[in-house]
Structure formats: C-alpha cells, structure tokens
C-alpha cells in the first residue's frame, strides 16, 4: 500500500469518526488535564490511574515516579499499599460465608472475636458496617478496632486463616498477580514485588511539617482485616468486574454490600454508598502516612474510576473518613468527564474565576455540581494552608462565594465543613494571627445542628470543643469535651485520649 493511499485512508478515517468518540477523546484530554492539575496542586510523586466501561479499559495512564532517588517511574506493575481498601477484600470474603451458609451476619460479634467488652448486641454486620459504636446499628462511625476483629469471625467461620482465605477465595481464583498481603520487606524482597517507594509532601528527601519541602516516608507493613493488601489498579478492576458479574459473591450478598446499611448512612456492608446528582456511587479509600488510593464505581454506568498514589494527599485532604467522595477533588475530576457530562466546566476555581461564578450557574445541574466543587476545593486549600499559608485565605474566599452564592448551609452544611470552617481559625491561632471570626456563625450552627441528631458524635464535639477554647469558653469547651469521655459502647481512638488529658489539664481548681 504506498504512503499516499495509508495516508489519504487515515484522513479518511479520522473525518469518519463517530461523535461519540470525539466527545470521549474530549472527556479523556480534560481528565488528564486535571489529573496534572491535581499532581502538580497536591505534590504527588506517582499515580495510576484507570477507568474502565464494562470489560473494556477506556483511561489508563502511569504518572510521576515509583522510586524517585533510582528514577524509576509508575508502571501498570509497579504495587502500591492500598491500605483501607483491604475492607472491600474482607467484606467480600465475609459474605461468602453467608452466601455458603457458614456465617449469620445476625450472630453477636462477641460469640467469634472473644473480646469480652463487647455487649451481645454488637453484632458482626456492626462491626462491618461501621455502625458497632454508640446504640449498634443507629450510627455510622469509622472503627477500624472492631472491624479488625472480623478476622476473628472469618478464621472461626472458615476454618481457615485471614491469609488463606484471601489468597484461596479472591487472589489466586482471579488470577490478581499483583496482589498481596504485605507482611515485611524481606517479603519484597523474596517475592521480587516491585513497589513505589512512600513519601510524604513532594517526596524531597528535607524539609518537614509546615514547609514547602517534605520528607521521604515509610511502608506500613502488616496486615489485618482492616488493611494490609497491596495490588494495582489494573488488578483492583479485575475485582471490580469479578463483582460486576456476582463470581465472588451473590447478587443478594452484593446487594446488602453495595446500599447503605440503614437510610442516611454512607456505609453499607464493608462499602461506601452515596447518591450525587440523581447517581448512585459505590466507593472504598485507602489511606496509609505514605499512600492513598480511590475505588469508584457507578453501577448504572457500568464504570469504574480507580486511582494510587505514592503519598497519601490523595485520599487526606478530602476528610474521606467521613463518608463523601464527592469532597475528593479526583473523584469530582471523574464524576464530570465520565458521567455528568460537565467536562467544560472549572474543577478548581482563582481568585479571578471567582467573580464569575453567577454567570455559570443558569442550570441546576450545573449549580448543584458547583456547590460541591467550592466546598471541596475549599477543603483542600485549608489542608494545603498548612504548607502554604496563601492558601488559607483562598480557602476564605472560597468559601465566602460558597455562601454567597449558597446561603442555605443549614441544609446541606455537614461535618466535613464544620471541620473546614473550624481548621481555618485553629490555623490562624496557631500561626498567632489575628482572630478570624468570619466563619463563626456557621460553626455553631452547623454544629448544633450536627449534635442536636447525634449528640455522642466524638468529631463534632472535638470541633466544637476547640471552637470555644479558642474563643477562651472553657466552660463550653468541657461541655464538649465531657460528651466524648462519657459516651456509652465506644472504642478509646485519639479524640478520647485528646478530650481526658483536657479535662485532667483544665480541671477547676478549690
């Protein structure tokens, strides 16, 4: 074939090509736009990224390095730790001890783990559902205590051990080759994994806390129910579809799996579960020191958006623990490409953009994705404002749009903004500036409200108590702080231990 006709086919081809495809070549330019927007913001060495359709893979790229003193760069074999994300591993594991008749979700959780100090009435779908703590069942609080004895029920159940169940039951049936339990380094060694390397802010090897600069970090080793599997992304949707497709687990099993354990909560059994913008979203984080990672799906779409990185600022600064992926920046960079179509809008927002956000928010859709999107950048730049404090004030007038633009934050105001709200003034106390009171409505009433149908919730108290210290209320900061301490059936966590040495430090004297 000469050179004139290949060409002269290529433009053929070219000018044949359906819309579809150019939209989908669009969507994947402004994603990748956006994921070097967010690499570059977030001072990310490496990620992996996938997005995959049904069977087929439609993004896949491997950005930055995995080790960057030998200069080795993110590859689709390159095993990160994905810490957390091991509880979608265990959860799947557990429900095929139901689906085999070997396990009744229903039994007290203290019949398998043997810890005495916990009631009858804590039963193992609390513990899988986060929801063990305070009256079991009513309240989703993250525990990874209690969801770590889990092994305690799968070895009695099974018969077998944590290690045997996941290699028997998941890895080795899927064929996952880049997936494993991670114990030690000489296990790297001896099994010749290859894994990015873990670092900190930026991944310089000075620096520290409260600089530009950072740290290189270290690998979490050792496993449990709670974390501990390393793998890939290209692996992670191999177990995706694995579920797509019920071989692992029933359509019930992956049912109970996949919607929230009661209305209202963002957890179901040993997975996140939301609704944004008329789409259900199914999702899992991982978040060591030194590593983070995503799993996405949107079963209506048949897509999955799954993404690691060598640091953990992937996962941190969107406060995930709280049960909303749409705080996270990545997740916000997918949900408009690939399913809501809002490609062309802004994901991060300047000081010049600001001025123009009226003018972008004719349609309710959009209006509605623009909301999220404040808050969420919000967000982030009151976590980057610890490193650069130019981004303290770009989080306050965000968020001053944000209520401009949106004064109903009594409706959808929540904890992660309680807790953005409340980080910017312990920022500007902690860098001894003057007192910044502009937000101070809103965080009480955003936290009254949050405590009024929850009052044992420790997160809300922890904020609330340190909201008034600062204001020097002491007597309203030991009100708060009291709540935590004597709150009935919860696992001791850093914010007991923070309110007790408090209390004991502000005692009032005879």
Known sequence: MSRFFSTLMAVFFVLGCSDSRKADTIKDTHFSEELSELKEYFQIPGLSVLVGQGDEIIYEDYRGMADIGQQLPMDSSTTLPMASLTKTFSAIMLLQLVDEGKLSLN???????????????????????????????????????RFMLLGDVMEK?????????????????????????????????????????????????????????????????????????????????????????????????????????????????????????????????????????????VPKRDLTFIIAANNNLMSDPARLIAGDVTYSLFALSFLKNFVLDLEEAHLFEDRTTLKSLKNRMAEKRRREFIRKKLMAQSLAATFMSR????????????????????????????????????????????????????????????????????????????????????????????????NIVEAKNFSPWWYTREAEQWIEEHAPKD
């Not at 203290?110 to 609390?126: A, C, E, P």
């Not at 310089?204 to 530009?212: A, F, I, L, R, V």
């Not at 992304?233 to 996949?258: C, G, P, Y």
């Open 387 to 482: 490193y650069d404090e130019q981004e303290s004030e770009l989080s306050k007038q965000i968020l001053n749009q944000l209520f401009i633009h949106f004064p109903d934050y009594r409706d959808y105001g929540d904890l992660v903004l309680l807790r953005n709200l409340y980080m910017l003034k312990f920022m500007d106390h902690m860098r001894d500036k003057d007192e910044f009171t502009d937000f101070d409505n809103q965080i009480e009433e955003a936290g009254e409200l949050l405590l009024e149908a929850d009052k044992n919730n420790p997160y809300a108290n922890f904020y609330m108590a340190n909201f008034f210290q600062i204001q020097g209320a002491l007597d309203k900061s030991r009100e708060y702080y009291k």
């Open 157 to 297: 159940a099974s018969g077998e051990d944590f290690e045997t169940n996941m290699y028997g039951r998941i890895i080795n049936p899927l064929q996952l080759k880049n997936t494993y339990l991670l114990q030690d380094s000489l296990q790297l060694v001896k099994e010749k994994r290859k894994v990015a390397q873990p670092y900190f802010l930026g991944g310089e090897p000075q620096g520290g806390y409260m600089t530009k600069e950072s740290n290189p970090g270290f690998i979490d080793y050792g496993y449990s129910t709670a974390a501990g599997i390393s793998s890939t992304v290209r692996d992670l949707f191999k177990l995706s579809r694995a579920l797509d497709k019920n071989t692992l687990i029933s359509e019930a099993s992956k049912n109970s799996m996949f919607r929230p354990f009661h209305s209202g909560l963002p957890y179901g059994l040993g997975a996140f579960t939301q609704e944004f913008m008329g789409e259900k979203l199914v999702w899992g984080y991982g978040q060591y020191d030194c590593y983070s990672s995503l799993f996405l799906k």
């Open 107 to 145: 039994e007290p959780l203290r019949n398998y783990s043997g810890n005495l100090t916990i009631g009858d009435s804590i039963k193992v779908k609390h513990a899988l559902s986060h929801t063990s703590q305070g009256i079991p069942g009513q309240h989703f609080y993250y525990n990874n205590s």
